[in-house]
């Protein structure tokens, strides 16, 4: 049971989750967390943050703080058991998506009119439908590309497991090394289509050098 409440959230960042519903946060400084106005009760002055890398939130407002689960909780107001359900339930369609976006890529869509088939089938016909998740794909892919790029560069250059400790990010793992490129390409100038291309552009591993020069 515990390790199937952690592949659930991670399979639903915390912070992924609060946009996706229309949070809107704030870089706090120079550190890794994001502020904004908390969702659990009404104020004027943000004091919600939310840590990318721990996946927790705390409110300094009213107190309250905890993981995915415990916000689904308090926001809509159901038993732990109903927030997990209420969870598996909302990843659903957006595994189904990204399973019918890999389905049009593998097909090469605008080039095999077999591909507009197989997406019929599966019940995605519109068009702006297709497009939106076309892209959220694209972007999901050069995401974990470039995490696994990074990754490998340690074997040329070994001071970057040090290095992604110092500034937070812990162990020199798949994993982590994925958090740190997907907190750096946020900072990335670029929307729609254009991020997927900013992204597999980046060199991270030479960030993490420059993050290191900086320090010294």
């Given at each position: 049971?515990?390790?199937?409440?952690?592949?659930?959230?991670q399979r639903i960042p915390l912070l992924e989750y609060l946009q996706r519903h229309h949070w809107t946060g704030h870089r706090a400084g120079a550190?890794?967390?994001?502020?904004?106005?908390?969702?659990?009760?009404?104020?004027?002055?943000?004091?919600?943050y939310v840590n990318p890398r721990k996946n927790l939130f705390y409110c300094h407002g009213c107190g309250r703080g905890g993981d995915l689960i415990r916000l689904v909780e308090l926001w809509q107001h159901l038993s732990f058991r109903q927030s997990v359900t209420y969870l598996q339930e909302e990843l659903a369609p957006t595994s189904q998506l990204l399973e019918h976006t890999s389905g049009f890529y593998q097909l090469e869509l605008h080039r095999h009119p077999e591909g507009i088939h197989y997406l019929a089938q599966r019940g995605v016909h519109d068009p702006a439908l297709i497009e939106e998740h076309e892209t959220e794909y694209r972007n999901l892919s050069s995401l974990y590309r470039a995490a696994s790029e990074t990754f490998a560069a340690d074997e040329k250059e070994p001071r970057l497991a040090g290095i992604l400790a110092s500034i937070g990010f812990g162990d020199w793992t798949l994993s982590n090394v994925y958090s740190f490129v997907y907190d750096a390409s946020m900072d990335l100038d670029a929307d729609g289509r254009a991020l997927a291309t900013e992204i597999e552009e980046t060199d991270y591993a030479g960030s993490l050098v420059a993050a290191l020069d900086d320090t010294a």
């Open positions: 049971m515990g390790e199937d409440l952690e592949r659930l959230k550190r890794s967390e994001f502020v904004g106005l908390c969702p659990l009760h009404e104020e004027t002055h943000p004091s919600f």
